[in-house]
């Protein structure tokens, strides 16, 4: 029996072409004003050769999954597998994709740009610092915490109270210790020690602005509208008055510009930004989406964690602020996943046990009944795994049948554009059929921002009630006063589960929103909701990725999945 290859030597003996041999196949021009090379195999596209391209009607795919589980979905590799399939039939599809954090990279994930036969490349250089776009976000929200430091030890003409301060510093990896520091220690004049802590990059503010702006005047006003911190008379300081937004956004010049890269197949992959799925809307920049879209007769581009997180905040946000709509969704499952939502045990997958898939069913009907809410139609992908069995993937067919669902096993991982075929092709008939759907909101703007809450509490999670702390019913009156009321909300809650709480798998009802504390993205244009307990910098585990991660002999990367 041959040995299985990793991810990195799957991508490592691909064949890969020249980035401009790419591009040329959606009439990119190879000028520099149309894209600038960042080495062979990867570019920047400009933006004034975007700006000259003339917008059209193409078809816009979501790729979102099933409630997560520690089993794994697959969300990218399906999305990378499709837009393969999509070409493999004759169809020019660009697949567009967030960009991998370092964080998991070197923490619980690994990396994060697909697996198996259904990868982008080079995948090295994506998946650590690629084109250096979060160092450049990271440098600019630092800039920002350090201008608010400085001008208080300048004598502080702001009058900005050092006790509320709201605007925290961000890093780019996981590191627990940084949650709360004390800043300000040595002994100077006018210096003010105080508490502080960081974020994870893709948990700044500045990253969800990034990727919500459709072009960089907007990237530069939505920065200056960042809320930083109270005065001693409560009242809002932006990043405007401390004139932050001018060289904040000097330092996202070149990130602004979507990065192309290929798959494995050689097929364009359009990678830009990384919001979080929890406190943002974990998906793509506009500006990528929008970009393939006046490209491309295909896009597909995916959100992050399952649909009640990641499509919810993508239809509801992002395609809310870009004036943007899928044609269709593609809800990815896997047998493995489903199980574990059935009740078994990840060390027990690799056995058939059609009981427990029955039981973790319920996930899948929940998250499709949720999808055609917005008024979607949709096909469920079954991300194979060797283990599966015939008379589980037979399951899964009949009941999605059943509820008159298009359904597709997807071979992808192993086969790539091959084994996505099938789903490919029934791709290219929902979105031949999209004029009969009526995509909508699950929410209009001009309602208040509780009854928005109630909304999605009630709608996607299926929650009994919400329960709202006191600090957070004061936070929400305050935000309504001040003229917020029309931001959509960015509900931050566990990934695992419909209800905040991790264990509760399946489809549970009659469950508890629990509320907790309102956050104002005002530069973002959201309200985020914190909901349960919500990492913003998470922890390395006892044995972190990192541990497997080096250069061998030739000075290759290994350990990167």
């Not at 041999?21 to 959606?26: G, P, R």
């Not at 994506?126 to 300048?154: C, E, K, M, P, R």
């Not at 096909?379 to 599966?388: C, L, M, R, S």
């Not at 960015?490 to 469950?511: E, M, R, W």
């Amino acid at each position: 029996m041959s040995k299985i290859k990793s991810d990195i030597e799957i991508a490592r003996n691909a064949k890969i072409y020249p980035i401009n041999k790419v591009l040329k196949k959606f009439k990119v021009p190879d000028k520099p004003f149309a894209f600038s090379p960042m080495g062979r195999h990867v570019a920047k596209i400009n933006l004034k050769y975007i700006k000259k391209l003339k917008a059209k009607k193409n078809n816009l795919v979501l790729v979102t999954a099933i409630t997560p589980t520690p089993a794994g979905e697959g969300k990218t590799t399906t999305s990378v597998g499709l837009n393969d399939g999509l070409n493999k039939i004759g169809k020019k599809s660009i697949v567009c994709l967030r960009e991998p954090s370092l964080g998991p990279s070197f923490g619980m994930k690994g990396g994060a740009a697909g697996g198996g036969y259904a990868q982008v490349i080079p995948m090295e250089q994506i998946n650590l610092h690629f084109t250096g776009d979060f160092h450049a976000i990271t440098s600019a929200h630092n800039l920002l915490s350090a201008l608010i430091d400085n001008h208080i030890y300048w004598g502080n003409k702001l009058n900005i109270d050092p006790e509320n301060i709201v605007w925290k510093r961000v890093v780019d990896l996981n590191d627990r210790s940084l949650r709360k520091i004390k800043i300000n220690l040595e002994q100077l004049r006018a210096n003010h020690p105080r508490e502080d802590s960081f974020d994870i990059t893709v948990a700044s503010e500045v990253m969800a602005i990034f990727c919500l702006s459709n072009d960089i005047n907007e990237l530069e006003k939505k920065i200056g509208n960042i809320t930083v911190a109270y005065s001693k008379n409560k009242e809002p300081i932006f990043a405007k008055d401390l004139n932050a937004h001018g060289p904040m956004t000097v330092l996202l010049k070149e990130a602004i510009r979507p990065n192309a890269v290929q798959t494995l197949e050689n097929n364009l992959a359009i990678i830009h930004g990384g919001p979080f799925a929890n406190i943002a809307h974990g998906c793509n920049s506009i500006l990528a989406t929008k970009t393939a879209l006046k490209l491309s007769e295909y896009v597909i581009t995916e959100a992050g964690f399952g649909a009640d997180l990641g499509a919810e905040k993508f239809l509801n946000i992002k395609c809310r602020k870009a004036g943007i709509q899928p044609k269709c969704v593609v809800l990815v499952a896997t047998i493995r996943a489903l199980k574990m939502h059935g009740g078994v045990e990840k060390d027990n997958l690799k056995l058939e046990n059609l009981d427990a898939l029955k039981k973790g069913l319920p996930n899948l009907k929940r998250h499709i009944e949720n999808i055609k809410k917005f008024g979607l139609d949709l096909v469920v992908a079954i991300n194979h795994f060797k283990t599966d069995t015939e008379k589980e993937v037979k399951i899964i067919k009949k009941y999605c049948n059943d509820l008159n669902v298009q359904v597709s096993l997807c071979t992808h991982w192993a086969n790539g554009g091959k084994g996505t075929k099938e789903l490919a092709n029934k791709v290219v008939k929902l979105c031949k059929e999209a004029k009969k759907s009526k995509f909508n909101f699950i929410y209009d703007d001009k309602i208040s921002l509780l009854e928005k809450i109630e909304t999605v509490a009630n709608k996607i999670y299926r929650a009994s009630s919400v329960e709202i702390s006191d600090t957070a019913k004061e936070q929400l009156s305050k935000l309504e006063r001040a003229g917020y009321s029309k931001f959509p909300v960015c509900i931050a809650k566990t990934q695992y589960s419909f209800s905040v709480n991790p264990k509760l798998k399946g489809a549970p009802t009659d469950h508890k929103l629990e509320v907790r504390e309102i956050r104002l993205s005002s530069g973002a244009e959201f309200i985020v909701v914190v909901c349960g307990s919500i990492m913003t910098m998470p922890g390395l585990p006892r044995t972190p990725a990192a541990d497997k991660i080096k250069l061998n002999k030739k000075g290759d990367v290994e350990g990167l999945f």
